[in-house]
Nanobody, 122 residues
Framework: QVQLVESGGGSVQPGGSLRLSCDASGFSPGSHAMAWFRQVAGGEREVVAC????????FYADTVKGRFSISRDNSENSVYLQMDSLKPDDTATYYCAAAEACGSQEYLYDYWGKGTLVTVSS
């Protein structure tokens, strides 16, 4: 059974940092592109970062470039999202997802986690 389980969300003040983790089971993250999406209540899901399957390239939304960093540990079947200099606009539920290749469209992604909530507020 394929599972993606996110953890590491919580409440943080503006300017703070959080590190999200995504633990995979039932498939090998190393054979997939792995992405983090986020969704605010009532809004669309948007991709924030993606690590490609084959060449180690990473992609970031303009809104998080320079502040967020995606990494993967294939030996641990885990993917991480380091989030620094957090802003109130980063408040959202963050989802881990797996696909054949990085892309911004949700339909490209075969597997999804249930999400972890990040709240940035003073």
């Amino acid at each position: 059974q394929v599972q993606l389980v996110e953890s590491g969300g919580g409440s943080v003040q503006p300017g703070g940092s959080l590190r999200l983790s995504c633990d995979a089971s039932g498939f090998s993250p190393g054979s997939h592109a792995m992405a983090w999406f986020r969704q605010v209540a009532g809004g669309e899901r948007e991709v924030v970062a993606c690590a490609s399957r084959t060449d180690g390239k990473t992609f970031y939304a303009d809104t998080v470039k320079g502040r967020f960093s995606i990494s993967r540990d294939n030996s641990e079947n885990s993917v991480y999202l380091q989030m620094d200099s957090l802003k109130p606009d980063d408040t959202a539920t963050y989802y881990c997802a797996a696909a054949e290749a990085c892309g911004s469209q949700e339909y490209l992604y075969d597997y999804w986690g249930k999400g972890t909530l990040v709240t940035v507020s003073s």
